[in-house]
């Protein structure tokens, strides 16, 4: 079990915090794992600090992907792009 710090902007941070928001959208330029703790810091895109604000999410499903290999064609992606759907 890995503790991964990442900065996460305010009103995603309040959306989390508040139960709204149950994912993370991410770069896939670290590796991550179910179980894992994730320790997002709020940063202030403004002032560029953070703001001392932290929470801790258990990591509870990973899925990786690539944009060329999704089910639909780049353009349509281009065109459209892409949303993110939480279910409870």
């Known amino acids: 079990m890995l503790k991964i710090e990442k900065k ?3 009103e995603y941070f309040q959306a989390i915090l508040d139960g709204k928001k149950t994912y993370e959208l991410r770069l896939n330029d670290f590796e991550v794992e179910t179980g894992d703790i994730l320790v997002l ?3 202030n895109p403004v002032t560029k600090k953070y703001t001392g604000r932290t929470q801790e999410k258990v990591v509870t499903y ?3 992907f690539k944009i ?3 089910f639909w064609p780049k353009e349509e992606i281009e065109k459209h792009g892409l949303q ?3 279910l409870k």
Request: positive net charge; proline residues 7%; hydrophobic residues 40%.
């Open 62 to 64: 990973v899925g990786k």
């Open 68 to 70: 060329d290999k999704l």
């Open 84 to 86: 993110v759907i939480s």
């Open 8 to 10: 996460c902007w305010p």
């Open 41 to 43: 810091r709020e940063w």
